[in-house]
């Protein structure tokens, strides 16, 4: 049948052109046409998403693998459609393979711009800064004129996986593991040291204590001592004045003594006996003549001294005891 309709999605842009010339064009178009006469050309609008997988060497010759998805949409659906052929059968089915070849010219220029920035770094930084090669890429994308010819925009790049070969990523493994083990054995030292650190300051802190509370009763021991150094020299003191008194008080009596005395200094003993009125007693005159006696003992041939005048001399109270009776045993 030579007339035919064509209803397109409001995300395709279609083109008619009869006779060499365009006759109709926009996106989401519906209309009748005459086949034998007329080519439609149809450009999705819609985003779409190509996966890739990349193959690359770092800056230190590392081998790296790079997986995700490059997002993209036409903007110029006519400067493409004069590049590429999207020309479509009755059927809808495209004529060419020209469709399939976009995405593979966007991979291939996304590739050459993440070899660029992957060669520009190393394996770490690649695996520990994959944000940074998509940024560098997406933004060398924007500005690649070969994608800006086609007519399409770069809309993402996304990285989902970044891998190292299995032999770097087991040697990275095993120095990631002994690195983090040591960060522990590390973290065990620190903690150790602190608390070493900690009891070296309480030891100090208590032997601080202890040279302060020595300190303390030392000076409560001299401020003892001062005080009975105080009251020792207080008393001392006391008993030098005291012994100055005394001295003082002796030599008034000496001196009182000795003026009193003065006037019977040169006056013979009897002469004072006398005087005091002791020759009234018949006791003491027998005691000085028998002083005299003895004082003129070479005169005296024999001596002569009844019992009757030493009682008397002795008195009552040095006489002896009478004699106790003696008792009588009772005979049965």
């Known amino acids: 049948m030579p007339i035919r309709y064509i209803k397109a999605a409001p995300t395709t842009y279609v083109i008619q052109f009869q006779d060499g010339k365009v006759r109709r064009e926009g996106p989401g178009l519906s209309f009748l046409y005459w086949a034998p006469t007329t080519t439609l050309v149809a450009v999705p609008l819609a985003s779409a998403d190509v996966p890739f997988v990349f193959n690359e060497i770092t800056q230190d010759f590392q081998a790296v693998t790079l997986q995700g998805q490059l997002t993209y949409r036409v903007a110029d659906p006519k400067r493409l459609a004069s590049l590429l052929d999207y020309s479509i059968a009755p059927s809808g089915r495209y004529l060419s393979h020209d469709p399939e070849k976009l995405e593979e010219r966007l991979v291939q220029v996304a590739q050459v711009r993440a070899r660029t920035v992957v060669q520009g770094m190393g394996l770490r930084e ?59 054995d590390e973290a065990i030292y620190t903690r150790r040291n602190a608390a070493v650190e900690q009891e070296r300051r309480i030891k100090e802190s208590e032997l601080a204590t202890e040279l302060a509370v020595e300190a303390k009763q030392r000076q409560i021991r001299e401020a003892k001592m001062a005080a009975d150094i ?19 008080a002796a030599d008034a009596r000496a001196y009182a003594l000795e003026k009193v005395l003065a006037p019977v200094r040169d006056v013979d003993w009897k002469t004072l006996m006398a005087a005091n009125g002791g020759g009234n007693d018949p006791k003491l005159n027998i005691a000085l003549a028998f002083r005299e006696m003895a004082e003129n003992a070479q005169k005296i041939g024999e001596l002569n001294m009844s019992p009757e005048l030493l009682s008397g001399l002795l008195g009552p109270s040095q006489r002896e005891p009478p004699a106790e009776p003696q008792r009588t045993r009772a005979s049965r």
Not at 147 to 173: D, H, K
Request: hydrophobic fraction near 45%.
């Open 126 to 184: 690649v695996l520990g800064r994959s944000d940074v090669v998509e940024a560098q890429v997406l933004a060398a994308l924007g500005s690649s004129e070969a994608i800006r010819l086609l007519g399409v925009e770069v809309m993402g790049f996304s990285l989902l996986s970044v891998r190292p070969t299995p032999e770097m990523a087991r040697a990275l493994e095993a120095e990631a593991r002994e690195g983090l083990q040591r960060r522990a």
């Open 230 to 248: 105080a009251v020792e020299e207080q008393r001392g003191a006391l008993m030098e004045r005291w012994s100055q008194n005394e001295r003082q």
